[in-house]
Nanobody, 118 residues
Framework: VQLVESGGGLVLAGGSLRLSCTASTRTFSDYAMAWFRQAPGNLREFVAYISWSGDVKRYEDSVKGRFTISRDNAKSTVDLQMNNLKPEDTGVYYC????????????WGQGTQVTVDS
């Protein structure tokens, strides 16, 4: 499945951004989805996860209470609402898809840049 992210940009600390990821598949509900990010010089890290139904959500500790992941299976989209952004949230944000019972996220988007200026 092809994934395309949008919504990144430059924002001041304390501001908000909403990222969106659109999947090119008619069976979007077969996939669990997640957001990852990679800061300069760092490894890619997990940010948030949502199950195929939307019933299960998980977050990296530093974003809990600030970020919210959601999905619309009718539109084949998954969003990441990011509030109270901090400079350490800066990085390239990637959308990823995990098919069925597979262990890995087999599909990745190209990423969208988020820069939080203090």
């Amino acid at each position: 499945v092809q994934l395309v992210e949008s919504g990144g940009g430059l924002v001041l600390a304390g501001g908000s951004l909403r990222l969106s990821c659109t999947a090119s598949t008619r069976t979007f509900s077969d996939y669990a989805m997640a957001w990852f990010r990679q800061a300069p010089g760092n490894l890619r890290e997990f940010v948030a996860y949502i199950s195929w139904s939307g019933d299960v959500k998980r977050y990296e500790d530093s974003v809990k209470g600030r970020f919210t992941i959601s999905r619309d299976n009718a539109k084949s989209t998954v969003d990441l609402q990011m509030n109270n952004l901090k400079p350490e949230d800066t990085g390239v944000y990637y959308c990823a898809a995990q098919y069925g019972g597979e262990d890995d996220f087999g599909s990745w988007g190209q990423g969208t840049q988020v820069t939080v200026d203090s």
